[in-house]
């Protein structure tokens, strides 16, 4: 049996957590070429809340993909992005930046409300990507 220690998978980054505070979890984790990736806030480094709407989804999918790269990843990695935002009515904004951002085949996606997010952030986007898209398989 193999202990974390051994083994070469595992955090990408145990510091690059987007914020002042330490946090707990790791941003990015990468196992057998899958990357699973903490969500990201749309706050600014300082830990406060990015405004606007479209300003918010682009700073939480700006975050998303730094700690993605810490791990090796990219967007055409990406396999499942799960958006949680404050306001339900951000659906359009969401899909007009999905479409924007991603290419075809797109990934698979959730879309959830939820009723407080950290720091008073009202967008986090996690993500799961494996490190071979489907043209390198």
Same mark, same amino acid.
């Given at each position: 049996m193999t202990t974390r220690e051994n083994q070469k998978d595992g955090p990408a980054s145990s510091?690059? !957590?987007g914020t002042r505070d330490p946090h707990p979890y790791s941003p990015a984790y990468e196992i057998d070429g899958f990357v699973f990736v903490s969500g990201a806030l749309s706050i600014d480094t300082e830990g406060k809340a990015v405004g606007g709407r479209e300003e918010a989804l682009d700073a939480a999918m700006e /975050?998303?993909? #730094?700690r993605l790269a810490t791990a090796g990843g990219r967007l055409e990695h990406v396999v499942k992005l799960t958006y949680f935002? !404050?306001?339900v009515s951000l659906r359009e904004e969401a899909n007009r930046q999905f479409e924007r951002v991603f *290419?075809? %085949? $797109? %990934?698979? $996606?959730?879309?959830? #409300?939820? *009723?407080r997010l950290p720091y008073e952030a009202t967008v986090e986007i996690d993500c799961i990507a494996h490190? /071979?898209? $489907?043209n390198e398989a």
């Open positions: 510091n690059e !957590t /975050r998303m993909t #730094e935002v !404050t306001d *290419s075809e %085949p $797109r %990934p698979a $996606r959730t879309f959830l #409300e939820v *009723s490190l /071979r898209t $489907r």
